[in-house]
């Protein structure tokens, strides 16, 4: 089965930058998508196809995808960005299907 | 504007048969390119795809859970339907349902674009 691994959390200070990791048998090869969830709130999608933001998602989020690492990079980072991020892919090597990593709790000191 | 909401029973006892609904608008569920995706979240873990139904019919389960689920939809209701039975506490979640467009023409590609506000269900005796 695909596995998708993350660091459980990260911290940083405000206005600096945060970077999220989401490793994977050449992910690099797969197509990334992040998602935000706030406490008790339902996912936010905010980087997809490794790369692109939705509309509404401001430019502080990008995300970069190669080998066997994809990162979500936040820059300028504030108290509201706190929150878990979750990467996703799909797996249609294993028919697994959809496939989330276990998510990482960015932390804002 | 796509909007989706889940609704369904709160609370099921073991081994029971839980029914959730998916009720959306702002698109239309009629083309291969167009999904409906589940997934739950039980407290304090990770976020787990159960299932996508595709426009078209076409359906993907979780492998693990592919013999307790089934995914239906309503076209003319605009309603897409999962089916979990014999449910265990470990089922205890929050559901969610989630709109996914494969297609180049839709400003977000293969990704869960919008997700419903979740419906929390608990299975206990």
């Known amino acids: 089965s695909y596995v998708l691994t993350q660091q459980p959390s990260v911290s940083v200070a405000p206005g600096q930058t945060a970077r999220i990791t989401c490793g994977g048998d050449n992910i690099g090869s797969k197509s990334v998508h992040w998602y935000q969830q706030r406490p008790g709130q339902a996912p936010v999608l905010v980087v997809y196809g490794d790369s692109d933001r939705p509309p509404g998602i401001p430019e502080r989020f990008s995300g970069s995808n190669s080998g066997n690492t994809a990162t979500l990079t936040i820059t300028r980072v504030e108290d509201g960005d706190e929150a878990d991020y979750s990467c996703?892919?799909?797996?249609?090597?294993?028919?697994?299907?959809?496939?989330f990593g276990g998510g990482t709790k960015l932390t804002v000191l | 504007q796509i909007t989706l909401k889940e609704s369904g029973p709160t609370l099921v006892k073991p081994t029971q048969t839980l029914t959730l609904t998916c009720t959306f608008s702002?698109?239309?569920?009629?083309?291969?390119?167009?999904?409906v995706g589940w997934f739950r979240q039980p407290p304090g873990k990770a976020l787990e795809w159960l299932a996508l139904l595709s426009g078209d019919d076409d359906k993907r389960y979780r492998p693990s859970l592919k013999t307790r689920l089934t995914v239906t939809k309503d076209t003319s209701k605009n309603q897409v339907v999962l089916t979990m039975t014999n449910t265990d506490p470990v089922d205890t979640a929050a559901y969610y349902c989630a709109h996914r467009c494969s297609s180049t023409r839709c400003s977000v590609t293969d990704a869960f674009d919008v997700w419903g506000q979740g419906i929390m269900v608990t299975v206990t005796s």
């Open positions: 996703q892919v799909w797996d249609g090597s294993t028919d697994q299907g959809v496939v």
């Open positions: 702002g698109f239309s569920h009629t083309t291969s390119a167009v999904g």
